[in-house]
């Protein structure tokens, strides 16, 4: 069975960085779009990024675009989002899914559209 575990969650103050981390057993991750949802207390779970095949460009949300960047790194398989200039609002807990058959940089991940999830990471903005 595949499994999905995402790594590199934190408290950082606002305007701070972190960088998460995607892997997957078993699993080749750069052959498939993998994609990074978040959660927060209270609210639904929003796709914020997916990063798709070759050098297509990734998608963002709104909200992140501009301070969120997905990128790969296939000899290790790993993929991760760096997140920079963080603000109170990005905290949320965050997902990593893989096994979507497409990802589009214009085009909102739909979560029935991924197969394999990790059990998330926090990340915590807090001053």
């Known amino acids: 069975q595949v499994q999905v575990v995402e790594s590199g969650g934190g408290l950082v103050q606002p305007g701070g960085s972190l960088r998460l981390s995607c892997t997957a057993s078993?699993?080749?991750?750069?052959?498939?779009?993998t994609a990074w949802f978040r959660q927060a207390p209270g609210k639904e779970r929003e796709a914020v990024s997916c990063?798709?095949?070759?050098?297509?460009?990734?998608y963002y949300s709104d909200s992140v675009k501009g301070r969120f960047t997905a990128s790969r790194d296939a000899a290790k398989n790993i993929v991760y989002l760096q997140m920079n200039s963080l603000k109170l609002e990005d905290t949320a807990v965050y997902y990593c899914a893989a096994g979507a058959p497409f990802c589009h940089a214009s085009k909102t991940p739909l979560i029935a559209e991924y197969e394999y999830w990790g059990q998330g990471t926090q990340v915590t903005v807090s001053s």
């Open positions: 990063i798709g095949y070759g050098n297509a460009d990734p």
């Open positions: 078993a699993f080749i991750l750069h052959d498939y779009p």
